[in-house]
Structure formats: C-alpha cells, structure tokens
C-alpha cells in the first residue's frame, strides 16, 4: 500500500489524546455516607467490572476512527508491483496537418483522434499534448477539452524525431515510465524513426477513407497580350475520374467555368482573362481534402528590371539574354562610366575590366548598400591580381593565383535559389563546360558552380556575385552552353524580385515593392482575416518586403501604404499534404503499433491504481457508530 500524501501520517499521534484520556480518570467522584454499606459494597465490584470493559471499548473504538480518518486523508492506494516506486508520464501528439481532413468512420481524421482522447483518457489524469501549433505541459483533459475541440488544420507536420524531441522536453522526471501516444496518419514524408530514444511509443494509425481528392497544384501565365493574359492551371486527382469542373473567380465572383478532363491522374486546363482582371482564385469541389481546392493570385504591372553592364569585353552574349520586353539593358566601356547612373540600376555587371579603379569599387560599395547587386566577371590579364582590389561588397573577396591550365565546370549546387525550378531533377552525365584559364579566390561566400577539382567557378554573397575566369569566347565555351541562360536570367530576376502570380505560405520570400515610403511610413499586408507588418528595407528606387512566418492563412492581401493600396499580393498552402503515401508497418517498431480503443484499456490495465481512501472513511465511519452504541446501550 501507497500514499498520495505520507506526511499527513504525522497525525496518528492523535491517537494518544484518548489514551491519556482513558488511561488516566480525570472524572472527579464525591463522597456520599451511608448506615448500611454492604449492598453498595457488591454494587461497586460489580459496576467497576462493568465500566472498564466499556472504558477500553470505547478506547479502542476511537482510536481506529482516528487512525482510520488520518490513513484517509493521506489517500492509500495500490498498485502494480512494478509502478509501486515509478511515476509514469504521458505525452500525447495529435497530428492536426491538412491531410487529417479526410473523412473517417466518424468524421475527419482529426475528429476521430480528438474524441478518442476525449472519452477514453481518464479524466483526471495528468499529461501533456502536443499538436503541430501548440503545446500543453501538465493539464487534464478537463482543462484543455475546449481547446481540443477547437483545434485548427495546420499546414505543418512535424517528424517522427520532432515529435520525440519536443516529448522529451516535456517529461518532468528521470525516474519515471515515459509513454508517448502518437496519433496521425503518417505520410511518408514522416521519416522513419531511425533512433531508439528512452520513451515507450504508441502509434495509432488513423485510416480514412480512399475518397476521391483532387489538388490544384499549380498555376501560372502561359500566354500573355497587351488585352489579354492566359492562365495555365495543372490538376491531379488521386482516384481515376474521368473530369471535374473547375471554376475561376474574380475576387468572389464567378468569372469563368470548364472541365479539367483527366489523363494518368493529371490534367491542365486554361483561362483567359482581360487586361483589367487583377485578384482571382480557381477552385475545385470534392470529398477529400479542402485545404488544396483553392488557390489564389494575382496579376500585378510588370516592372522591368535595370541591368548596366560595364564593359571591357564584348557583351553580346548579355544582349541576348536581357532582352527589351523583361529587362532595361544598357551598357557602357570602362572608361566611361557615369557613376551617378549606379544607383538607378538593380543589376550591376562588370564585364572583364582591365583595370578596376578604387573609385568605381567605393561607388559600387555605396549602391550596394541602396539594393543595388553587382557580379563580377574578371579579366584574362593579371592586373586584378597585381592591383589586389577588394570588393566589400563580396565580403572582402579577393582573386589571388591565376592557373592557365584547362578546367570543366562540373559540380552544380542545385539548392542554390539560382537553379531554383530550372531543373527538374539533378543531371549525372552532361557536356560540361570548360575554361582554358581561371583565377583563385579568398572570402566568406557561397558556392554555385565549380570545377572539378574542388575549386570554385561562380560564388555568391548576399546576392552579389564573382566569376573567377574570363567569360569570353576566347576563354572557353561558357557562353555557348545551355547553363549561361539561367545563371544571368535569374541572377537579373534576384536584383529585383518583383512580385508573382501567387506564393507558397510558410517559406521565406523577399518582394520588391515598385513605390516609394516618406521617414515615418511603413508598408503593411492586409487581408479579411489577417493584417501584419512584413520586415522592409527602403532601397534607392523599391521597397523590399520579406515574408516567413506571417501570413499565415491563404488568399490575396493588400500591399497598403497607410490607406492607399499599392499592389496585391497572394499566397497558398504547400501542396504536401494532398500526399496519399504513407509509411508502412516495416517502418515503425511492430509492438507499438495500436488501435486507440485497444491502447486505452491496456494503459489502463497497466498503470490502474486502486484507492483505498473511501474504505478508510467508512471504517472510521463504522467505528464511530460503534462508539454510539456502545455509549448508549453497554450498561
């Protein structure tokens, strides 16, 4: 037997307040005389005997009330032999991403979790949930009922480690039985646990039905006129249907309506729209999941981006790429610079100078601190090494050794954001570029292509960039190779990053804002349901707005300078969890793989305590009476 509260045992010495009341007569007698005492002589032995009989019942009477009350108040409980010294602590993670809103045998998958919570974890046990946005440390199912039933979709998911790390951080105590109950439907992007980690885990797996669930993955212009703009929008469907209507509206009102005819689980279908339809959404109707029935967007003017390109070589090859309808391309030589023309510029290019004067690097360092990105393709001469200029702008770079020896270009880094969606998987085998001479180089950055040796060939540092050979034809095929194009294009695109069609909500994005703020004025995002202040930099000729971790819910915002609306911006959730992979029973350890009914009952098998304090009162209880009738009825 156990106590909740052993301390309260102290008070078993009351039991020696009637034993000193019993034990020593406190009751006074007065003497009375009589003639004749021989009858009251037989009285007396006979009373005598008598009274202490009921002296030491009544004793003992009082003293089990007492020691019954106090092992009552202590609440005495058994339990099994091995939890008698171990306190066990529970965990409980209820997966709430976007794909528990399948339906289930009773409800969505979400619902279904919650309520097995609800009814089948002990009212008053202590616990802590964890969900994908919140976290309660030492509640009661009482305590936090109304926030479970309230509990919201969220497009995040934590991991398998994840989910044991933040458990982890919850349980209080070393010596304790840790158990961690897991309910989710675990996507395949839940990487197995590949660790072993001193918690007991229970997964419960939450199966829905194999509802038809089609996904509005993507959107973007394919065509576009001065009266018109075609929108392309690329559908899945995880069932084999044949098609399924698919709506556009402007704003909230329907605008135009067709059928995405599926073929191999995969459609497109196209909207065109005229030149003054600016905010819209396209959606789709179904059974599965509604999160991805949505996506919203927004047709913003055009900015065209300034590129200057100072030369020292010949810049056809720019010419080509930055052509007049995207870009503003103008070009200069070297020795006529126009150095007030650096800061309208968002794109700076010097193009194989033989010389770079200290006072053209102090102008580029002012520019760049006002938004302006330079790249820096050196010349085939040794002067950029015998003059040592360094470029504050790249971290103090510097181009030391030179090496005449031929090299090929054959490490991409394909996580770099300027190869961001120009590949769509990463290439093993292909005619790698060369260059007959090539620089080395020192400074803090970051690699993005480079030679087969290990060194670098294309560096950047907070969106400035170095080549380290000579681009020029006499130097190597780089111009002519596939590669030039995306590395220029999106470097361009990166000095000025104009708004989209839509963005993905929880990643980072910078946004450049084509107004202009006072001292005192700041630019805000708003919506119906949401309105923040983004993190901005006022540059020489934009504004650059970076979102993250807000907004949060889907749909179009205004840019807003305090009440005048500048442009609209729209963002949607990830398309992750439309998923219907999920993991297997191989990945997950095969003994902790429960039904939600069958793990409540055997937890509570486990780990069920029997109280002992409701006895203890009846027997004090029982004793009392006892002492009652004894008073009343023992002659």
């Not at 078993?12 to 003639?35: C, D, M």
């Not at 708004?499 to 995002?525: F, K, W």
């Amino acid at each position: 037997m156990q106590f909740k509260h052993p301390e309260i045992l102290w008070a078993l010495f009351l039991v020696l307040i009637p034993i000193v009341i019993h034990l020593f007569k406190l009751r006074k007698y007065s003497k009375q005389t009589f003639t004749n005492v021989r009858v009251l002589r037989e009285v007396r032995k006979q009373t005598n005997k008598q009274s202490q009989i009921k002296k030491w019942l009544i004793l003992i009477m009082r003293v089990f009330s007492i020691v019954c009350l106090v092992i009552a108040f202590a609440q005495p409980y058994l339990s099994p032999q091995n939890l008698q010294n171990i306190k066990v602590e529970t965990v409980i993670y209820i997966d709430n991403s976007f794909s528990m809103q399948l339906q289930g045998a009773k409800g969505t998958l979400l619902q279904e979790a919650i309520n097995d919570v609800l009814e089948q974890f002990p009212k008053t046990q202590s616990f802590s949930l964890i969900t994908n946005t919140h976290t309660f440390k030492n509640t009661t199912i009482e305590a936090i009922k109304n926030d479970l039933i309230r509990t919201h979709y969220s497009p995040e998911q934590l991991s398998l480690e994840a989910i044991f790390r933040s458990a982890n951080r919850l349980y209080t105590q070393e010596a304790t039985s840790k158990n961690l109950l897991v309910f989710s439907d675990f996507q395949q992007r839940q990487l197995p646990l590949n660790r072993t980690l001193n918690v007991n885990p229970y997964f419960i797996p939450m199966q829905g039905f194999s509802s038809a669930n089609t996904v509005i993955d993507s959107a973007y212009i394919s065509l576009k006129t001065p009266e018109q703009t075609q929108i392309s929008v690329v559908l899945s469907n995880t069932d084999t249907i044949a098609s399924t209507p698919v709506s556009l509206y402007q704003n909230d009102e329907l605008y135009a309506k067709t059928s995405a005819e599926f073929k191999n689980n995969k459609a497109q279908v196209d909207f065109r729209v005229d030149k003054e339809f600016k905010n819209g959404h396209i959606s789709v109707n179904d059974k599965g999941m509604s999160y991805d029935n949505n996506l919203y967007f927004s047709i913003n003017r055009s900015v065209k981006i300034n590129i200057l390109s100072i030369n020292g070589s010949d810049d056809q090859f720019l010419k080509r790429i930055y052509t007049p309808d995207a870009f503003n391309y103008s070009s200069m030589a070297y020795d006529e610079i126009n150095y007030n023309s650096l800061l309208q510029q968002n794109l700076v290019i010097l193009n194989q100078l033989p010389s770079i004067a200290s006072s053209l690097i102090s102008a580029l360092e002012q520019a760049s601190r006002r938004g302006v990105k330079i790249c820096v393709i050196p010349d085939k001469n040794n002067q950029i090494i015998s003059s040592q200029p360094k470029f504050p702008f790249l971290a103090d770079l510097k181009f030391t050794n030179s090496n005449t020896s031929e090299k090929h270009i054959t490490t991409i880094e394909y996580q770099h954001p300027l190869f961001e969606h120009v590949f769509e998987s990463q290439v093993a085998n292909f005619e790698y570029p060369k260059v007959l001479s090539s620089f080395e180089i020192q400074g803090s950055y970051q690699s993005v292509l480079s030679y087969q040796d290990g060194n670098d060939f294309l560096v950047e540092f907070n969106g400035h960039y170095a080549f380290t050979a000579p681009l020029s034809t006499l130097n190597g095929n780089f111009q002519n190779t596939p590669l030039i194009v995306p590395v220029f294009y999106n470097m361009a695109q990166q000095s000025l990053p104009t708004p989209t069609l839509y963005y993905q909500l929880g990643q980072h994005h910078t946004i450049a804002i084509n107004t202009q703020l006072n001292q005192d004025q700041v630019l805000s995002l708003e919506n119906n349901h949401e309105s923040f202040i983004p993190l901005q930099v006022n540059n020489q000729n934009y504004i650059s707005i970076t979102t993250g971790e807000y907004p949060t819910t889907e749909g179009t915002y205004q840019v807003k300078n305090q009440n005048e609306n500048v442009l609209a911006l729209s963002f949607n959730y990830q398309r992750d969890e439309s998923s219907r992979e999920y993991l297997s029973t191989d990945d997950l350890p095969p003994d902790s793989i429960k039904n939600a009914s069958q793990l409540f009952k055997q937890l509570k098998s486990e780990n069920n305590i029997h109280e002992l304090w409701k006895w203890f009162v009846i027997f004090a209880l029982v004793f009392l009476c006892l002492e009652l009738l004894i008073q009343k009825y023992f002659k």
